[in-house]
């Protein structure tokens, strides 16, 4: 029985000796690669950390505190607690400061209850980032002070100073705590200070109290050994009196809260993640992009709408699909657009038209797909790619040479390769693959940086424009003349997921009833070849032409009648075919109509001709000259030379003016049937007498012509004369004369006396 029993610790302990040198093997063999790995796919990497991105809404309050606590209860939940503290899963705290919202309005107890949440134990096995972007273009900010990449004020600031690490855009700012309350008390500076000093913090105690009151200097001290350290000023004055060499930098003077850039956070030290976009955070946390795409279907179900496109995109069809997304999009009831692209062609403007479209979207609040059923090629990838996912059927490719050569000269591609990577940005990705769609021959590489495993697809310029090229490894081209397929696309990170026909892309998403569909119509389609006619070279200068005849006709004879009926359809048929084909907007009928309204000033109300008619005119033949081009400024030779034909129709409006003062003058009047149209002019006839007079006017002063008298009230610049003893009503041609100055009569018809002034005569 002995003798069993040791054979069995025998064999037990040769066993565990076997186990532990097979355990090292493998380690080893993994180490040094010999283990086969995960094949990479190319959308992310082997070594990809678990992240997750939680919105924080601003300003923060009770309801927005409660719910950012619960999203990190859940995600804390289901990680494992042994999870090792360099693998930990990534949680971004994103705060919305995109829309323009900077934090200010929060409320000191929400604040205070979710930074003491993410300083709590049961979240260390999570890595804390808290991430403030750059303000979306064109959008205010609602602070005191502008700042043009927005950023984080207020209480909010507490949240982000309570996360493990903060990520900030450079141009970004962050600071201005207090800027709600008059002033600190005692109890905001200890939870500050409370917050500030626990654990991993991301700023010192000292630059979280120099935002949160005005009178707290901030200042960087630099000692004799090289260590850095951030002191107010009565801490400074210690370290002076120490008798210790010293460099100070002052970063904030009394009297003002601290603000500071994300470029001046990295400067002193204070931060070093400087993300410009969800993008390029992922790749420095080693994350998929993926995971801090918006899921606006996550609260709620899906709510779609399927976008069918024409075989050809043109400038009438971006009008149409922005026009028809306004309206859609307008309530709350989609939340999903699928693009179904198959075999389309477009022109290049209109496709980047409607890409810079759907990268304006806010992903947390719609969801952009594009389907591609089939091979599309060209422009029309743009807008594939412009979408937050592309899903494609098997037998799908997308870009390559689509049979016609190049998609656009060289002089076009100049002007087109700004408006790419302004895209791009919008999408907060790399410009190559959108750049390759216009330009097939363009040759795109999958650069793979081997210390993270991160892969990029980028053409030359775009490569040799990182940071650090050397650290990224060439892995082959991408692309082809027969384009990308299916699979390749999926390998690469460009599609989501392959699928046979729309009904997977249904389940994909777990669509249940039937997608509402937007397509255009056969009114539609009427209305956009009506339009395409009027807004024509050929025809466009007439519809001016017409215009500016109509209305000199209506002018002439004031009164609005047909003529002037005519003018107001012209000017709107010319305003609304340009309107349609992407030309025309708001601007240019808000130039036009304040042109015209400047030109009737200065006939009917200010004598003269001067700043208000020059204006009037410039505006209105602008806006003619803007309604007719599809650019602002011209960016590029092709710009120029379609400038060169937005003169056609401003030559047709001069033309019309012209037209209609010759023949006012002669044709209409002698016509029975024209004549009729227009007010006719007073007759003069012969008296016999050897003069002329009108039998219609009541009075005729034409004997006063020449007289010479004085006022007898102020002309401003009508009033009373006083002519040969007699008064009469004058008005002067446009001076204000005083009572009692010399006049003499200049002109005199019917009732109307006009009079100048003649200060060389003296009264008697």
């Known amino acids: 029985m002995t003798q069993l029993i040791q054979i069995r610790i025998a064999a037990f302990s040769a066993f ?14 993994t180490a040094t690669g010999s283990v086969p790995q995960q094949v990479d796919s190319g959308a992310g990497s082997d070594t990809n950390r678990e992240g997750y991105r939680v919105k924080v ?117 962050i600071g201005k705590a207090g800027i709600d309350d008059k002033s600190a008390d005692d109890l905001y500076r200890e939870i500050y200070r409370s917050i500030a000093s626990q654990g991993l913090t991301t700023l010192p105690v000292s630059v979280a109290l120099s935002m949160l009151e005005r009178d707290q200097e901030l200042f960087r001290v630099t000692d004799s050994e090289g260590a850095v350290s951030y002191v107010n000023g009565e801490a400074l004055r210690e370290m002076e009196a120490s008798g ?28 070093r993640l400087l993300p410009e976009s969800r993008t390029a955070l992922a790749r420095e946390l080693d994350l998929d992009p993926s995971v801090l795409e918006g899921d606006p279907g996550s609260a709620g179900e899906w709510k779609p709408l399927l976008v069918t496109l024409p075989p050809f995109i043109d400038s009438r069809t971006a009008t149409w699909v922005t026009r028809s997304l306004k309206q859609q999009l307008g309530g709350e009831d989609v939340n999903l657009v699928i693009f179904n692209l198959g075999e389309n062609l477009g022109d290049v403007e209109a496709c980047l038209r409607i890409g810079r479209l759907i990268a304006s979207y806010d992903p947390d609040e719609v969801r952009t797909v594009a389907f591609l059923e089939s091979s599309v090629r060209g422009p029309a990838g743009v807008i594939a790619l ?23 000269n060289e002089d076009e591609l ?40 991160q892969t990029r697809l980028l053409c030359n310029v775009e490569f040799e424009s990182l940071e650090q090229p050397d650290q990224w490894e060439a892995l082959g081209p991408i692309g082809s003349p027969e384009g990308i397929n299916a699979l390749t696309a999926e ?21 249940d009833e039937a997608i509402a569909t937007l397509a255009p ?94 204006g009037g005119i410039v505006l209105v033949f602008s806006s003619l000259v803007l309604a007719s081009q599809s650019f602002f400024v011209p960016r590029s030779v092709n710009d120029l030379v379609e400038m060169t034909y937005s003169f056609v129709p401003v030559i047709g409006a001069g033309l019309g003016v012209l037209t209609a003062a010759i023949v006012l003058r002669n044709l209409i009047p002698r016509t029975p049937i024209l004549r009729r149209l227009i007010l006719q002019p007073r007759k003069i006839v012969d008296t016999g007498l050897g003069g002329r007079t009108d039998p219609e006017a009541i009075v005729d002063w034409s004997n006063l012509m020449g007289l010479t008298g004085e006022t007898a009230t102020r002309l401003n610049p009508s009033g009373k004369a006083r002519i040969q003893g007699k008064v009469y009503d004058v008005i002067s041609n446009g001076q204000m004369l005083d009572q009692g100055e010399r006049i003499e009569v200049i002109e005199a018809i019917g009732n109307r006396i006009v009079v100048t002034a003649k200060p060389e005569l003296k009264s008697s």
């Open 16 to 29: 565990l000796v076997l186990s532990f040198a097979l355990t090292l093997f493998v380690n080893a063999a």
């Open 57 to 173: 809404p601003l300003p923060i309050d009770g309801q927005a505190s409660a719910s950012v606590r619960q999203a990190l209860k859940r995600i804390s939940e289901k990680t494992s607690p042994a999870a090792q503290r360099r693998n930990r899963p990534v949680v971004i705290l994103e705060f919305d400061t995109r829309g323009g919202q900077t934090g200010r309005g929060s409320e000191l107890e929400a604040c205070m209850a979710l930074a003491r949440y993410l300083r709590d134990p049961d979240l260390n096995r999570l890595q804390t980032v808290a991430y403030v972007p750059q303000r979306r273009e064109g959008l205010g900010w609602d602070n005191d002070e502008a700042m043009p990449g927005g950023g984080l004020n207020g209480h909010a600031v507490l949240v982000a100073i309570a996360a493990n690490q903060i990520a900030i855009d450079p141009d970004a700012a």
């Open 244 to 271: 210790k060499p010293i460099t100070v930098v002052t970063i904030t003077p009394q009297g003002n809260f601290s603000l500071l850039t994300g470029k001046e956070l990295q400067d002193f030290g204070l931060v």
């Open 386 to 408: 412009a979408c937050n996912q592309l899903i494609m059927s098997e037998d799908a490719r997308l870009g390559g040479d689509y049979g016609q050569g190049e998609v656009v």
């Open 414 to 453: 100049s002007g087109f390769r700004e408006e790419v990577k302004r895209l791009a940005e919008d999408k907060e990705s790399d410009w190559s693959m959108l750049q390759q769609m216009l330009e097939p021959s363009l040759v795109v590489t999958r650069y793979r940086d081997p210390k993270t495993g």
């Open 491 to 511: 390998q690469n990170g460009l599609a989501r997921t392959v699928v046979s026909d729309i009904e997977q892309v249904k389940k994909f998403y777990q669509l």
């Open 521 to 614: 119509s056969k009114v539609d389609r009427r209305i956009a070849k009506f339009a395409e006619f009027l807004s024509s070279p050929f025809v466009s200068p007439f519809l001016l032409f017409g215009a500016m005849f109509f209305l000199s006709t209506e002018l002439s004879a004031p009164g609005l009648g047909v003529p002037g009926f005519l003018a107001v359809l012209c000017f709107g048929l010319f305003f609304w075919s340009q309107s349609l084909d992407g030309n025309a907007d708001w601007l240019e009928v808000i130039m036009f109509v304040i042109g015209a309204i400047f030109i009737l000033m200065e006939v009917f109300v200010i004598p003269g001709f001067g700043l208000f008619g020059i």
